[in-house]
């Protein structure tokens, strides 16, 4: 199974993501992480992990894994 | 197993303030030329401004170029070695306004190397003056008014001149959203084919937001490329390759 990964640590809360989401599951509205930033939070039931928050991040945030079920 | 993730020379976090389209068009460059194989024998000319905050966050081999020299260095190491793939990487202040007769006359000569230009449309690292690429009006600290055109001339379109000249690859794209986005790499890719393919000179000029010195959004700056800046730099290809070694 695909898998959507987010380094957190890297977000400097954009929103690219979210405005390109077709599917609406992405919020930059998640922890602060250590550079100050609120970081993104994806719902995994709506993420169909198209990839497209991966091309869009300049801050390379995303990466997407095959996962084991 | 991972499937997709940032190229290899996206090794660390780059210094782009949030939301800057340098981030984007860095990853972009060290996709292709992972893609293309040609990472271990890549070297940019790396311009002054902010694009020079990118050799320290990427893993491919850089020079720094003095202010607006980047196209010539980069002439310079290619015809030293001519089987290394050889780019510079320019903003707009660098490559137009202190460096355009080394960006032009790398064009005029259609040398064997591949330019990528940002354009924000203002010198972003020194705080946003205008620039010769800054949209008829738009304010900056330099022109607080807005740009009067009357006493500075018109938004420079270099590729509008660079197509009348006999060069290899003219294209321009944009970082606003993904379509454009994967458009904008494939104009990189073909540019670098066509020097491998040793066609002569190819130019990608690619629309970016500064949202730090445009005062707006992340967000807001990408819908200002999108309603407003590409109404004077229409994307494109310009020049498209002869494949022919010319
Ligand atoms: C010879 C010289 N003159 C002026 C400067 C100051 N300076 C540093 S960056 C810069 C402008 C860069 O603007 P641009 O090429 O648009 O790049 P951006 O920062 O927008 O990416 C200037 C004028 C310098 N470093 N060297
Ligand atoms: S000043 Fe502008 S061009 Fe420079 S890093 Fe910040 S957003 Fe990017």
Known sequence: MKKLITNVESCKSCKYCEDNCPKDAIKVNGKINSKGYPTVVVDEEKCIVCGICYNVCPDYVFEIHECEV | ?246
Not at chain 2, 173 to 185: L, Q, R, W, Y
Not at chain 2, 196 to 210: A, H, I, M, Q, R
Request: glycine share 10%; net charge neutral; proline share 4%.
């Open chain 2, 1 to 246: 197993m991972v499937i997709k993730s940032k190229p290899e020379a996206c090794f660390v976090d780059n210094k782009y303030c949030p939301g800057c389209g340098h981030g984007i068009i860095n990853r972009l460059v060290a996709e292709v030329l992972e893609e293309m194989g040609e990472e271990k024998k890549a070297i940019g000319a790396i311009a002054v401004g902010c694009a020079s905050l990118m050799p320290d966050t990427f893993g491919i081999d850089c020079i720094q170029a003095q202010h607006g020299r980047a196209a010539a260095v980069a002439v310079g190491v290619k015809n030293c070695r001519p089987d290394n793939m050889v780019f510079s990487y320019q903003g707009d202040g660098d490559a137009l306004a202190i460096g355009f007769s080394e960006t032009m006359y790398a064009a005029i000569r259609n040398d064997n190397i591949t330019v990528i230009f940002v354009n924000n449309g203002n010198f972003g690292m020194t705080g946003g003056q205008m620039a010769p690429t800054t949209l008829e009006g738009q304010r900056t600290t330099t022109s607080p008014k807005g740009r009067d055109i009357m006493a500075t001339g018109a938004p420079l379109n270099v590729i509008n001149l660079m197509k009348t000249l006999d060069v290899a690859y003219l294209a321009r794209g944009s970082v606003d959203g993904n379509a454009n986005i994967m458009k904008t790499k494939k104009y990189i890719r073909e540019a670098f084919e066509a020097q491998k393919n040793k066609e002569g000179y190819s130019f990608v000029e690619v629309l970016s937001p500064c949202p730090t010195n445009w005062n707006k959004s992340p967000q807001d700056s990408m819908k200002h490329i999108r309603e407003t800046v590409v109404k004077t730099y229409e994307m494109g290809v310009y020049a498209e390759r002869r494949g022919d070694n010319a």
